[in-house]
């Protein structure tokens, strides 16, 4: 949705939207405290109605010539007087405790709706920016359920005020009410300008966040340290971040200019109200009581005025908050399919948006049950765009995808992804337990078994058998540091442990040494039998053991074949790039005989 060009009508319709589905949100998940501040905020609105009206009797008990009870009037103003600051202390802590509660719910609701982002959105710009923008608002839209309360507060104070001055003077009832609407009028020109400048500040922040991370995470920091290119990253933040303060500069100068005027007009409005008093024939004591009790309304009005303008400033970003969650896909539990008798590329081409040259050129590939095969390549070549393709994170331009006979399309993205056990170059090191480190290797329950058996299959077993399955990994949390081919074989150990039809491995063995790479394939070879199992590898030795070998080559298929047949050719795109690496390993071969 485009927020610059919403016209008043849209952006009120979207403020009183943002109030009802907070007051919503207060009422299901913070029921109770809800309930007592809706109690407190009634309380409140009638005391300065109550005031104009004891202060009235008491003033008429002390200056008439007729016995008119004292006592009662002034002990209630006491109660009235004396509630109001005790009375607004705990409903501000009770709104408080309330936001509080819709913020823990806001945040877990965005967690899981990130976390059902399909893989295919995750990537994209426009998502991305969402994502944060959504994540800003949750620390603005926990406080709009309590601003709505005392807006309606508001509404009350003023109604009662109103008709308890009416009857003294009804210009100065009309007046007290009308004292509002400078600040309502105030808030409605704020909210379109919020609208239209919300969306800079978060893209700016986006980078300034990101920026952030790179100097706070560990890895990318470490780097950035050696580099001692820190300052460079931290100008960056400095700048994106100047950005966005200037936009925010701009919105908090034309806000504040217009609450002035808002200000000086309830003031005017205000004042008439107290010239109707005191020219409209009232008595002493009926004057007397109205001003007192306008006084005090004067500020729970300011107060309305205030709350509207966290609404309205709230809106743009509950308003990305909700639309986010709405478009999140609905959580579909993905279950891993074991089997597939096949996987095949036929005729695959793909562009990326904007590219001049397509990745991937009529590309035809496939594996069967138990088959080993290698995808091979320079940089660039584009066996990731391939691999992506097949698993479905891109969208083929042409051609189609089959999985065990079925056309993917047939599937939904998740079942799909069900099918595979994917192994990407940048694997995540997780820094959580041991157990949920590889847990994280399927949805649902994992035993210890499981762990354990995965672990073994990896080549992790070694460097896992002096950790517990609890220990924590990473050491900025206090936990173990582990190598990076170690955090490499706990990826891998997550493939064991899914055990999909189909494995793609994108370099898996990339960060292992050269021992530990061998046993990895000469496991990956030895448990295959049930499953396709599709690498990518840069190292010839690794290809000795495959099925069959694609050559990809600038996006398309130059060559298939085996190892042997392959390196046969002389004149073969796989030669010369494996000649070198060939000789190499049959010299280290030679010397160590
Ligand atoms: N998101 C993208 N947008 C535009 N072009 C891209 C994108 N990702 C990759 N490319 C381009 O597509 C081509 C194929 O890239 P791809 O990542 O598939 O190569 P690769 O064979 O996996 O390389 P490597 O061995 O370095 O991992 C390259 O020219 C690359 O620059």
């Known amino acids: 949705?485009?927020?610059?060009?919403?016209?008043?009508?849209?952006?009120?319709?979207?403020?009183?939207?943002?109030?009802?589905?907070?007051?919503?949100?207060?009422?299901?998940?913070?029921?109770?405290?809800?309930?007592?501040?809706?109690?407190?905020?009634?309380?409140?609105?009638?005391?300065?109605?109550?005031?104009?009206?004891?202060?009235?009797?008491?003033?008429?008990?002390?200056?008439?010539?007729?016995?008119?009870?004292?006592?009662?009037?002034?002990?209630g103003l006491t109660a009235v007087v004396g509630l109001m600051y005790p009375m607004g202390q705990v409903y501000l802590a009770s709104?408080?405790?309330?936001?509080?509660?819709?913020?823990?719910?806001?945040?877990?609701?965005?967690?899981f709706a990130i976390a059902r982002l399909a893989p295919s959105r995750i990537a994209r710009p426009d998502v991305g920016a969402a994502l944060t923008a959504s994540q800003t608002a949750t620390g603005a839209i926990d406080h709009v359920a309590g601003k709505v309360l005392q807006v309606v507060g508001a509404g009350i104070t003023s109604t009662v005020l109103c008709a308890v001055?009416?009857?003294?003077?009804?210009?100065?009832?009309?007046?007290?009410?009308?004292?509002?609407?400078p600040t309502v009028l105030a808030f409605t020109v704020i909210a379109r300008m919020e609208a239209r400048e919300w969306p800079a500040v978060a893209t700016f922040e986006r980078a300034a966040e990101y920026a952030t991370e790179q100097l706070v995470q560990q890895r990318p920091a470490t780097e950035l340290a050696v580099l001692g290119s820190g300052p460079k990253v931290a100008a960056?933040?400095?700048?994106?971040?100047?950005?966005?303060?200037?936009?925010?500069?701009?919105?908090?100068?034309?806000?504040?200019?217009?609450?002035?005027?808002a200000a000086l007009g309830t003031a005017v409005i205000f004042g008439a109200a107290l010239v109707a008093l005191v020219t409209g024939g009232a008595t002493g004591a009926d004057?007397?009581?109205?001003?007192?009790?306008?006084?005090?309304?004067?500020?729970?009005?300011?107060?309305?005025?205030?709350?509207?303008?966290?609404?309205?400033?709230?809106?743009?970003?509950?308003?990305?908050?909700?639309?986010?969650?709405?478009?999140?896909?609905?959580?579909?539990?993905?279950?891993?399919?074991?089997?597939?008798?096949?996987?095949?590329?036929?005729?695959?081409?793909?562009?990326?948006?904007?590219?001049?040259e397509p990745a991937l050129k009529d590309v035809s590939i496939h594996?069967?049950?138990g088959e080993l095969i290698a995808l091979v390549g320079v940089n660039g070549a584009g066996k990731t765009t391939l691999i992506n393709v097949l698993v479905g994170l891109l969208t083929a331009d042409e051609g189609r995808v089959l999985i065990g006979g079925t056309d993917a399309d047939e599937l939904t993205e998740t079942e799909r992804l069900g099918y595979v056990g994917l192994l990407v170059q940048e694997f995540g090191r997780f820094e959580f337990s041991l157990r949920d480190v590889v847990a994280l290797g399927r949805p649902g329950p994992v035993t210890d078994d499981e762990v354990y058996r995965a672990l073994s299959s990896a080549e992790a077993e070694v460097f896992t058998r002096r950790l517990r399955l609890d220990d924590q990994l990473g050491q900025q949390w206090g936990g173990t540091g582990i190598s990076g081919g170690q955090w490499q074989r706990l990826a891998l150990a997550r493939i064991y442990l899914r055990d999909a039809a189909v494995w793609i491995l994108d370099e898996p063995t990339s960060a292992v040494?050269?021992?530990?790479?061998?046993?990895?394939?000469?496991?990956?070879?030895?448990?295959?039998?049930?499953?396709?199992?599709?690498?990518?590898?840069?190292?010839?030795?690794?290809?000795?053991?495959?099925?069959?070998?694609?050559?990809?080559?600038?996006?398309?298929?130059?060559?298939?074949?085996?190892?042997?047949s392959l390196l046969a050719d002389q004149g073969s795109r796989f030669a010369a790039i494996f000649t070198d690496q060939e000789l190499e390993v049959e010299r280290g071969a030679a010397r160590s005989r």
């Open 287 to 356: 004057a007397a009581a109205a001003v007192a009790g306008a006084i005090s309304g004067l500020n729970a009005i300011r107060l309305c005025g205030y709350a509207v303008g966290v609404i309205i400033t709230a809106t743009p970003q509950a308003t990305i908050y909700r639309d986010f969650l709405a478009t999140a896909r609905p959580a579909e539990p993905q279950s891993v399919t074991r089997e597939a008798a096949s996987v095949r590329l036929e005729h695959v081409s793909y562009t990326y948006p904007g590219a001049a």
């Open 236 to 261: 960056t933040v400095a700048a994106r971040r100047g950005e966005a303060m200037r936009v925010l500069d701009r919105m908090i100068g034309t806000a504040m200019r217009m609450e002035l005027v």
């Open 513 to 564: 040494d050269a021992e530990a790479e061998r046993e990895i394939f000469a496991g990956l070879r030895g448990s295959g039998a049930d499953r396709i199992t599709i690498v990518v590898s840069h190292r010839a030795w690794t290809l000795r053991e495959m099925d069959r070998i694609y050559v990809i080559d600038d996006g398309a298929v130059v060559e298939q074949g085996t190892y042997a």
């Open 95 to 111: 709104t408080h405790r309330m936001a509080l509660r819709l913020r823990l719910r806001y945040r877990s609701d965005l967690a």
């Open 367 to 369: 594996a069967n049950r």
């Open 165 to 181: 001055v009416w009857r003294i003077d009804p210009v100065a009832g009309l007046l007290i009410v009308a004292a509002l609407l």
């Open 1 to 75: 949705m485009r927020t610059d060009d919403l016209s008043t009508r849209e952006s009120l319709r979207l403020t009183v939207r943002t109030a009802t589905d907070s007051v919503r949100d207060a009422a299901r998940y913070a029921t109770s405290w809800l309930v007592l501040c809706s109690v407190l905020t009634i309380a409140q609105a009638f005391l300065p109605g109550a005031q104009v009206v004891l202060l009235q009797q008491l003033i008429n008990a002390l200056t008439s010539s007729d016995q008119a009870p004292l006592w009662g009037p002034l002990l």
